[in-house]
């Protein structure tokens, strides 16, 4: 499959026409307009070295909250609020820790300064949302994403103690079943998330739901 690359214009090509690892285009930019436009469609933006990457990798790995498995060893953890829980107190603080921690067998971030302050700016706009955990007083985990309708595409989380981030997921899916929420975008695979209920679907499916969750 051909590569795309983007200009100025506002546009994005079909997503069947990505590549087999889910590569659809390349360049254009991080405005609010292109980044909604871009979640609306199933794509998301990932950086490699200095250029923007557009994804659309089929199938897709996603979370119905209904579905949302919580293991024993964390309900009691649950049960105690060992954590205190927010959402949107500390978006920028989040999305830095995301930005700075280092993972296992990952070298860098592909969270730039760039793609921080595009979703800051998403934030400031009311479509981009944190969820906090903290511990006497300090941010000791938390996620951040994008919101559209009843679709929430999950982007980066982070934990600074044991369990942070798995308290900051339940809490905030539990949150946002309770506000309509029907499909958690999750991206691409890990155990973690698996282990906590994702599960893949085919992209003509995921596309689908799109079209049916969030209003035109």
Known sequence: MPLFVLDKELAFPPVHLAGTDGLLAMGGDLSPDRLILAYRNGIFPWYEGDHILWWCPDPRFVLFPEELKISKSLK????????????????????????????????????????????IRMHELGHAHS???????????????????????????????????????????????????ELIDCQVYTDYLESMGAKMILRNEFVRLLNELIPA
């Open 131 to 181: 969820a906090e955990v903290w511990k006497n007083g300090e941010l000791a985990g938390g996620l951040y994403g994008v919101r559209l309708g009843n679709v929430f595409f999950g982007e980066s989380m982070f934990s600074k103690q044991s369990n942070a981030s798995r308290f900051a997921f339940i809490k905030y899916v539990q949150q946002l079943k309770t506000e309509g929420v």
């Open 76 to 119: 009691p953890l649950l049960k105690r609020n060992e954590f205190e829980f927010t959402v949107n107190k500390a978006f920028k603080q989040v999305i830095h820790q995301c930005k700075k921690i280092r993972r296992p067998g990952q070298e860098g971030t592909w969270i730039t300064d760039e793609v921080e302050k595009a979703f």
